[in-house]
C-alpha cells in the first residue's frame, strides 16, 4: 500500500479544511494457469496464462472525506476504471457495480426469493448508483440505473438501523418489498423475514443455536422450504454440512495441513429435480510473504454460476497485494 501527500483543487471536493491530502495507492495483481474455465456455462477466462490486476486509488483527509476510483485489467486487456465512490461523514455515493439498496437493507431467510441485486451494474451492464445516508443509527438508501430515471425495474429504496437489541431492515423495488428483523435468543440468534417479491408472499424464521464447540442452523419458511445445517471444529479444521427440501447437500472443510499449507475442500450436490449443483471444489494456499500468496485449485462448477471461491477447471496462481 502506498501513501503520498498531494495538493490539489480536488480537495474542494473533499471539503477540506487542510492544504493537504493523503493519497492512497493499492491493489492486487493475479497471475495464473488456466486448463477447463471456457468448460464451463460461465467460464471467462481462456485456457493459458491470465494476468487480472485491480487498483484503488483513494484520496482522503482528516475530516473523513474521502474518494476512490477502483479499475480492473483482465486477461491482459487494457486497465479500465470500473467504481467510483466518494464518502462524507453523513453521505457515501458508490457508482459502477454496487449492491442495490433494497438487497443491502433486507436479509431474506434462506428459500425465500430474497430481494435486488448485491451485484447491479443496471442497463446492460453500463453502471448503476447508490446513494446512502447515515444518522442516528439508521440508514437509508437509494439505487438506481445511472440514468437515475427511478424506473421500477432498476430503482430501489432500502432503511436500516436497530432498536432495543433489534436490527431491522426495509426494502423495496417496484412492487417488490421485503420486512426483516434479527436478535437474540436462546443462547443465539434469531432472524425473522416477510417479503412479496414478484407476487408471490412468503414469511420465514432462522434460528441458530450454540451446542459446545458447534452451531446449529435451522430455518423454515410458509412455503414448505427448509433448511438444516452444522458448524464445528474438529482437530484445528472448520467443518460444515448442511441439507434443504429440494435435497441439495453441502458440505465443507478448511485445514491448516503439513508445512503450513490451507486445504479448502467444498462439495454440493444436485438438487431432487435434477438441477446441478456447484459439485466439487478443492484449494491449496502457502502464504510466501505479507503481500504473495501460491494458490493451486480446482473447481468443477457443474452449475456454471462463476460465482464460487475458485475459478472453473484447474488453476494455478500467485497472488500479489500492495
Known amino acids: ?65 474521502s474518494a476512490t476510483l477502483s479499475g480492473a485489467m483482465e486477461s491482459g486487456n487494457n486497465l479500465a476504471a470500473e467504481d467510483f465512490s466518494v464518502t462524507t461523514p453523513v453521505v457515501s455515493i458508490n457508482v459502477g457495480e454496487v449492491v442495490e439498496a433494497a438487497n443491502s437493507a433486507y436479509s431474506d431467510v434462506d428459500g425465500m426469493a430474497g430481494l435486488g441485486d448485491d451485484e447491479f451494474t443496471g442497463i446492460a451492464e453500463g453502471g448503476a448508483v447508490l446513494i446512502s445516508a447515515s444518522a442516528g443509527g439508521m440508514t437509508i438508501g437509494y439505487s438506481d440505473d445511472k440514468a437515475m430515471e427511478g424506473d ?19 426494502g423495496s423495488k417496484g412492487d417488490d418489498w421485503g420486512i426483516s428483523a434479527s436478535g437474540s435468543a436462546l443462547g443465539g440468534t434469531i432472524a425473522v423475514a416477510s417479503e412479496d417479491v414478484a407476487g408471490v408472499a412468503e414469511t420465514g424464521v432462522a434460528v441458530t443455536v450454540p451446542l459446545g464447540d458447534m ?86 462448477d457443474n452449475d456454471g454460476d462463476d460465482d464460487d471461491d475458485y475459478d472453473a477447471g484447474t488453476s494455478a496462481s500467485i497472488g500479489f497485494k500492495f
Do not use: C, R
Open 152 to 170: 421500477e425495474l432498476n430503482a430501489s429504496f432500502g432503511i436500516s438501523g436497530g432498536l432495543g437489541g433489534v436490527a431491522f431492515g426495509v
Open 215 to 300: 452451531s446449529v442452523t435451522v430455518s423454515a419458511t410458509d412455503d414448505d422450504d427448509w433448511s438444516a445445517g452444522v458448524s464445528t471444529s474438529l482437530a484445528g479444521a472448520t467443518i460444515t454440512a448442511s441439507i434443504d427440501d429440494d435435497e441439495v447437500s453441502e458440505f465443507g472443510l478448511s485445514t491448516t495441513i503439513a508445512g503450513g499449507f490451507g486445504l479448502v475442500v467444498a462439495f454440493e450436490s444436485d438438487d431432487d429435480a435434477g438441477v446441478a449443483g456447484n459439485g466439487t471444489q478443492v484449494g491449496l494456499t502457502y502464504t510466501l510473504s505479507d503481500s504473495a500468496t501460491l494458490t493451486v485449485s480446482y473447481n468443477e
Open 1 to 65: 500500500m502506498k501513501h503520498v501527500l498531494f495538493t490539489t483543487t480536488a480537495l474542494v471536493v473533499l471539503g477540506s479544511t487542510s492544504a493537504f491530502a493523503d493519497v492512497t495507492w493499492s491493489g492486487s495483481a493475479d497471475l495464473s494457469y488456466n486448463d477447463g474455465n471456457m468448460d464451463s456455462a460461465a467460464g471467462s477466462l481462456p485456457d493459458g496464462v491470465n494476468l487480472d490486476v485491480d487498483l484503488d486509488v483513494t484520496l482522503s483527509n482528516d475530516g473523513g472525506y
